[in-house]
């Protein structure tokens, strides 16, 4: 109530000396201008009674002191709530900051870093796709089983696969899949401890696509709470071109004069 006293002569000292009217004046129609050093010499005698608080000679100081909601005892009280506020908003935009800085959309990867990452997770990534290469080959008897993140995939010539999302590749990109775990054909069966060093898959990235929605739905029955969620996840689709490091055997084509012979003899008989 001290505080507030002082403030409200201070108030009407201040627009009896400014202006002829006292009723139209108030502390906010103050420009720095009209705060002469004698003004504020006068200021300073009016206000220096102990129960007063002390003004400085910044305005700002009059907007501090009108605009605090709660009433203080002394000035020490209201400068470290201020104090406090300010380490508040402080630590408030640190925080703030170091979730932007932690968002991986906005992180940029340098070279080695994107081929570090391709190869924990299991490829290589070679280059675009060239008119001269040819994709769809002939099938071989031959087979092998990958591993792609943390799936495994047993994928042969020209089947096509969906994994999970690859990163760092585009469309119609030539992939090498490095984890190779087994390969086997007809005569041989390498089975590698844990991964084959010499086998290597090729592979090229045809789309990146989106799954099948799947819905999530929680309940807790008696406390009015439902949620439902939609996710899909996000696949890349894969085109096995060719397998290396196991003996191919050679496939004889059927000529088709062996198969008109074949069927006169099953006739005859």
Do not use: W
């Not at 508040?88 to 935009?93: A, H, I, K, L, N």
């Not at 008119?131 to 002939?138: A, I, M």
């Not at 994928?155 to 994994?163: E, L, Y």
Request: hydrophobic share 30%; glycine share 4%; with cysteine.
């Amino acid at each position: 109530m001290a505080n507030r006293r002082c403030l409200q002569t201070l108030t009407r000292h201040l627009s009896y000396l400014l202006s002829p009217n006292p009723s139209l004046c108030s502390l906010n129609s103050i420009s720095p201008q009209t705060l002469t050093p004698a003004l504020l010499n006068s200021i300073n005698t009016l206000t220096s009674s102990p129960k007063c608080p002390q003004v400085s000679t910044k305005i700002s100081s009059f907007h501090r002191h009108f605009s605090s909601k709660r009433p203080s005892n002394s000035d020490e009280e209201e400068e470290d709530e201020s104090e406090d506020e300010t380490d508040y908003d402080d630590d408030g935009d640190d925080d703030v900051e170091g979730l932007e800085s932690n968002s991986e959309p906005g992180r940029e990867y340098t070279p080695e870093e994107k081929e570090h990452e391709a190869a924990e997770i299991g490829y290589k990534v070679i280059g675009p796709l060239q008119k001269s290469d040819r994709v769809f080959k002939p099938y071989e008897p031959v087979y092998a089983v990958i591993q792609i993140g943390s799936h495994q995939f047993k994928v042969s010539n020209g089947d096509s696969i969906f994994v999970e999302k690859l990163k760092f590749c585009e469309v119609n990109d030539k992939l090498i899949l490095n984890k190779v775990l087994l390969l086997g054909s007809k005569t041989q069966t390498i089975i590698g401890r844990p991964i084959l060093p010499d086998a290597a898959v090729h592979a090229v990235v045809e789309e990146h696509a989106l799954d099948a929605k799947v819905l999530i739905f929680k309940k807790k029955r008696r406390k009015n709470y439902r949620r439902t969620r939609g996710h899909r996840q996000e696949l890349t689709k894969l085109r096995i071109t060719d397998i290396q490091g196991v003996e191919k055997p050679e496939v004889a084509p059927i000529l088709k004069t062996e198969k008109k012979d074949a069927k006169k003899v099953a006739v005859a008989a």
